[in-house]
């Protein structure tokens, strides 16, 4: 359904910050958080998977690596929200045995901190050279290669694919299974940050998010077990035993983060937007 920005402002003034709309809890405009119980695919108030639902015409997503004031280490996601003013902070990929670097290629804003090509075939690619293509999008790299998805892109994260564009589960029935932090994109083009605390196969990962009603149409694994981590800032949320926010106290190395943006709006201050 289109709506017209106008619409969704005085939605969101009516309403107030975490107003449930459906199963989706709207926190400020652009800004949806959704929970839901793994096990029956449904919503859940208590649910042990959370996803935050970004759209990047009203925020923000940003890679981070260590710095010098961490000893060069990474921090606790919710150290990252606090330092870094962000509203949500997840793992941006797996690191190798020295704890710190990223297991596949990472560039961030045009630095490239691991030129190690890997195997994976997803990357994540943000801010465009080209201020025409979008924003945030995740691409198959048996589709388009590594190469010019770096060409294209000023931030971009290779990882572990789970989903292939458009909707596809690539993963096989296995028995390991572990906790999943991941990164999604709609068939709008928002971000989904998303993160379970029960343990379940990449498979059947893969399944659960496709039956929720996200409108999932491809995304890759950013960490598992323990390391898995998203921690989520914001007045309207109350943290407390929210999937992910349980381990805030583990470092992690290499985030992506959240933060406002303040979009330009057309001269007539409307904007059409996809629901």
């Given at each position: 359904?289109?709506?017209?920005?106008?619409?969704?402002?005085?939605?969101?003034?009516?309403?107030?910050?975490?107003?449930?709309?459906?199963?989706?809890?709207?926190?400020?405009?652009?800004?949806?958080?959704?929970?839901?119980?793994?096990?029956?695919?449904?919503?859940?108030?208590?649910?042990?998977?959370?996803?935050?639902?970004?759209?990047?015409?009203?925020?923000?997503?940003?890679?981070?690596k260590p710095e010098e004031s961490d000893g060069f280490k990474g921090r606790?996601?919710?150290?990252?929200?606090?330092?870094?003013?962000?509203?949500?902070?997840?793992?941006?990929?797996?690191?190798?045995?020295?704890?710190?670097?990223?297991?596949?290629?990472?560039?961030?804003?045009?630095?490239?901190?691991?030129?190690?090509?890997?195997?994976?075939?997803?990357?994540?690619?943000?801010?465009?050279?080209?201020?025409?293509?979008?924003?945030f999008r995740i691409f198959d790299l048996d589709e388009i290669t590594l190469?010019?998805?770096?060409?294209?892109?000023?931030?971009?994260?290779?990882?572990?694919?789970?989903?292939?564009?458009?909707?596809?589960?690539?993963?096989?029935?296995?028995?390991?299974?572990?906790?999943?932090?991941?990164?999604?994109?709609?068939?709008?083009?928002?971000?989904?940050?998303?993160?379970?605390?029960?343990?379940?196969?990449?498979?059947?990962?893969?399944?659960?998010?496709?039956?929720?009603?996200?409108?999932?149409?491809?995304?890759?694994?950013?960490?598992?077990?323990?390391?898995?981590?998203?921690?989520?800032?914001?007045?309207?949320?109350?943290?407390?035993?929210?999937?992910?926010?349980?381990?805030?106290?583990?470092?992690?190395?290499?985030?992506?983060?959240?933060?406002?943006?303040?979009?330009?709006?057309?001269?007539?201050?409307?904007?059409?937007?996809?629901?």
């Open positions: 359904m289109r709506l017209t920005l106008v619409v969704v402002v005085v939605l969101v003034l009516c309403l107030g910050a975490g107003t449930s709309f459906g199963q989706w809890t709207i926190l400020e405009e652009g800004l949806e958080l959704a929970r839901f119980d793994s096990g029956l695919r449904s919503a859940d108030p208590a649910g042990d998977l959370l996803v935050l639902r970004v759209d990047t015409d009203f925020w923000t997503l940003r890679a981070h606790t996601s919710k150290r990252w929200c606090e330092l870094g003013n962000m509203v949500a902070v997840i793992n941006a990929g797996m690191y190798q045995a020295d704890k710190v670097t990223h297991v596949g290629y990472f560039k961030i804003d045009g630095e490239v901190t691991n030129t190690f090509r890997n195997d994976y075939l997803s990357a994540v690619a943000i801010g465009p050279i080209d201020p025409a293509e979008p924003y190469g010019e998805v770096a060409a294209r892109y000023n931030t971009v994260a290779q990882n572990m694919r789970l989903i292939k564009r458009a909707g596809e589960n690539r993963w096989q029935p296995a028995t390991d299974r572990w906790q999943e932090a991941a990164l999604g994109e709609d068939y709008n083009g928002r971000a989904l940050l998303i993160i379970c605390d029960r343990r379940w196969s990449m498979h059947d990962f893969n399944e659960i998010f496709l039956s929720l009603p996200l409108g999932l149409v491809a995304a890759q694994h950013l960490e598992g077990r323990v390391e898995a981590s998203m921690w989520i800032h914001h007045p309207a949320v109350d943290v407390a035993d929210l999937p992910g926010n349980r381990k805030g106290h583990f470092i992690v190395p290499n985030i992506l983060g959240v933060t406002k943006r303040h979009p330009q709006i057309d001269p007539n201050g409307l904007q059409d937007i996809q629901d």
